[in-house]
């Protein structure tokens, strides 16, 4: 089948690698490997991003962490496998996190709870102000960027086709560029928070939620980053702290519905800098090496749209906090709905035919 997937961020580079071993396909995108998969910290974190009343996200995101080793391995990328903190500050954070702890023990995950001083044995640069926290031994962390390249260079290799041009609409088998039209058996709208503008069944389901976030780099003299991923609550604020390779510590993310403003502002670099001085005070000796701010695509209920709009129109947006981790599945799925199989189970929750129940 002749495919075109439009987006070239870690969901159509996904789709558009695993599609690329049966089909003929081209993606679609002006930048390919940009947008908000540039900027991510690069979690691949169900269990510390999941909350009471989002069990189908837990489900689906766990199904696809699963996925991820191998996913990782066809790639020739590997995975940071240290595991997740999560750390709290003040005597609310505390509670919040026994509610989290709680209802992750309730679903059989592997949480252990650990005070303060237990922290510091694991992460010695942790500060005093932590009083407590949950060991998270099962997720995984990826290099978003390191990914993006090979998922780029892995799909080139596969045979798709790259076309760097903005896309206005997608129709039954026909997506709109500026002056031409490709045609093709199934397009596959997969632009992150700018699929709401590519189809009318799109128009209020995405919307752009905007991230900001920072890359530090340790200096020499400096201590260490630490070796795990590091989430915190900071007075009810949410940090995280993914270290990378190279002395690099991601540091994210604000989260503002502003519509499609990208600009990194003073106050989310302020912020950010201040709760993740609050958990690792010897930060402030690292170099501040990028500020940068993406568009996550949000969704009404958190979960993701991946399924058909209508014949020959597949949509694989509105992944939210999590395309990195949901991207093995959701490649899983669209090539199932290509070929005319059954997409994984546990993909059921993200049909898009929920929008039309609760709009009817
Ligand atoms: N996945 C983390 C974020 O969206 O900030």
Request: aromatic share 4%; proline share 7%; with cysteine.
């Amino acid at each position: 089948m002749k495919v075109v997937v439009v987006g070239g961020g870690v969901i159509g580079l996904s789709v558009a690698w695993r599609l690329a071993t049966e089909h003929d396909v081209t993606l679609v995108d002006p930048a390919p490997g940009r947008g908000a998969s540039w900027v991510a910290g690069g979690m691949l974190a169900p269990v510390t991003e999941s909350w009471p009343g989002e069990e189908d996200l837990l489900d689906l995101g766990s199904a696809s962490l699963d996925s991820w080793p191998a996913f990782a391995a066809g790639l020739g990328i590997s995975l940071h496998t240290a595991g997740t903190i999560v750390a709290a500050v003040d005597a609310a954070d505390a509670a919040q996190l026994d509610v989290l702890a709680d209802f992750l023990a309730a679903r059989g995950r592997d949480v252990d709870r650990l005070t303060g001083r237990e922290l510091r044995r694991v992460e010695p640069t942790i500060s005093f102000r932590v009083r407590s926290g949950l060991m998270v031994p099962g997720d995984l962390a990826v290099d978003n960027r390191e990914l993006l390249r090979a998922l780029h260079s892995s799909a080139e290799a596969a045979g798709v086709g790259f076309v760097r041009e903005p896309v206005r609409a997608v129709r039954r088998e026909a997506v709109d560029l500026g002056g031409t039209t490709l045609r093709c058996d199934v397009a596959v709208i997969a632009a992150g928070a700018w699929s709401s503008g590519l189809h009318p069944a799109l128009a209020s389901a995405v919307y752009p939620v905007k991230g900001e976030i920072l890359r530090l780099r340790a200096r020499p003299n400096a201590l260490p980053p630490p070796a795990h991923t590091v989430r915190a609550l900071v007075e009810s604020r949410p940090v995280y702290l993914v270290p990378r390779e190279g002395d690099e510590l991601v540091v994210g993310a604000t989260q503002y519905e502003a519509g499609f403003d990208d600009e990194v502002t003073a106050g989310g670099v302020r912020d950010l800098l201040m709760y993740a001085e609050t958990v690792l005070p010897g930060i402030t000796e690292y170099g501040l090496a990028e500020c940068a701010a993406g568009l996550r695509a949000g969704s009404r209920d958190n979960l993701p749209l991946i399924g058909w709009l209508e014949p020959g129109v597949l949509v694989a947006a509105g992944h939210h906090r999590n395309g990195l981790l949901l991207a093995p599945i959701t490649a899983d799925a669209v090539a199932a709905f290509v070929s005319g199989a059954a997409p994984p189970p546990v993909v059921r929750v993200a049909d898009p035919a929920r929008l039309k129940q609760r709009t009817s």
